[in-house]
């Protein structure tokens, strides 16, 4: 049965890891998997979440099943996170959501329940988007086709051409958004740009599906959620996978939401009805142990004080190194403006360089990022960021 089966090349992102952990150059830097790491280039588990950890530990009292949507307290917590505790689409009681094995499998599921509404329905995704986007929808049933988004040559949004590509959709068709720290190209929205989609999304009838996967590391927790927010209020029905994986740094725990709004409440107990269905006939149940962790942070003063902390010292760190690129690029006598990557937010921006500069960026200098030259910014630091700059103005 199997033996005709070809193998693949490793995924795009994900592959290029084993290539960095080869190597023994002891300069090498990672600046491909979009994964936080502080200056010394650790990935370390946040202080709220080991208290949180410590916590359950000593309360936690059964391993029995949680059921398909998860904890009522997840679900809840992190509505309100989302859309803040206020807003009209929770106070009329038209939303309903369930705790996913990480944004991933929110994306999924999402993405099979609209194919249940809406058999082979079209969602239109940014050009570019996350490489692992089209599987993650395409592979659910849904055809996916593309709106401009970026320039490379500019280094910045092609807003006007995502309005006209946009302009015709309606109705039975889906739009993907990035609700902040746009992957890969870290340019994001600006507020009239929401209020503008709002408005044609309310206007032609296309169906809002939202992807927050970095809420709080662009320029805080509500202000990246302001444009999904806008959103919400502007349309009956709307979409939104978020997760945990970076703002709690709950990667390998899997922690995510899937999240519907609806047009009013009875829809929203029958479609409810339909996703954990969905999630029934694919993993029955999602893992407790992360989204316990979360639950117990957002429902805590103090932890929550502790995490939202720990979250600007990431974005901080974050913005920090954007400034730092910029100048140490420009002092490296790197050729051509990098002034963009200090405008746009969150862990990714594209270097703009060509893919056999990459290339060389590795084999010469141990430096790894996807071909794309997306580069995951918390990989640089103040230690490796001279030797980063010099290898990039020799290779342009
Ligand atoms: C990334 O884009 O690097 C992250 O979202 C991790 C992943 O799974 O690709």
Not at 11 to 34: C, F, M, Q, T
Request: with cysteine.
């Amino acid at each position: 049965m199997f033996k005709h089966l070809s193998s693949l090349s490793p995924d795009p992102i994900l592959g290029l890891l084993a290539s960095y952990r080869a190597d023994e150059n002891p300069h090498k830097i990672d600046l491909g998997v979009g994964v936080y790491k502080d200056e010394s280039g650790h990935t370390g588990v946040l202080q709220a979440v080991k208290e949180a950890e410590t916590r359950l530990l000593q309360s936690e009292e059964t391993k029995a099943y949680i059921g398909p949507a998860g904890t009522v307290g997840f679900n809840r917590a992190m509505q309100e996170l989302i859309l803040g505790a206020d807003h009209p689409a929770l106070a009329a009681n038209r939303v309903r959501s369930a705790q996913t094995p990480g944004g991933c499998g929110a994306l999924r599921v999402l993405a099979e329940f609209v194919n249940r509404a809406e058999p082979g329905a079209t969602i239109w995704v940014s050009d570019p988007t996350w490489a692992n986007h089209v599987p993650l929808l395409g592979n659910a049933g849904l055809q996916i086709k593309t709106y401009p988004y970026y320039d490379r040559a500019s280094s910045s949004l092609r807003f006007e051409a995502m309005v006209e590509a946009l302009s015709e959709v309606g109705r039975g068709d889906l739009v993907l958004l990035h609700a902040c720290c746009h992957n890969p190209c870290g340019a994001d929205l600006s507020r009239d740009q929401w209020r503008q989609l709002a408005q044609m999304a309310q206007k032609q009838g296309f169906t809002p599906f939202i992807d927050m996967a970095y809420q709080g590391f662009g320029e805080g927790l509500a202000d990246d959620a302001w444009g999904l927010r806008l959103m919400a209020e502007s349309v009956d029905e709307m979409l939104v996978a978020a997760s945990c994986s970076k703002n709690f740094g709950l990667y390998r725990e899997r922690v995510g939401l899937a999240m519907v709004v609806y047009g009013d409440a009875a829809s929203a107990d029958r479609g409810q009805s339909q996703l954990l269905n969905v999630v029934r006939g694919n993993y029955s149940m999602p893992p407790s142990h992360g989204a316990a962790i979360v639950e117990s942070i957002l429902s805590d003063a103090g932890l929550r004080a502790n995490w939202e902390e720990e979250l600007t010292e990431m974005r901080e760190r974050i913005n920090g190194l954007r400034l730092g690129l910029v100048e140490n690029l420009a002092a490296a006598g790197a050729s051509g403006d990098f002034s963009f990557i200090q405008r746009q937010k969150g862990m990714f921006s594209f270097l703009g360089i060509t893919p056999e500069q990459v290339q060389r960026l590795q084999q010469e200098y141990s430096i790894y990022m996807v071909d794309s030259s997306r580069i995951s910014i918390a990989g640089l630091s103040q230690s490796n960021m001279e030797y980063f700059c010099r290898a990039v103005a020799s290779i342009l």
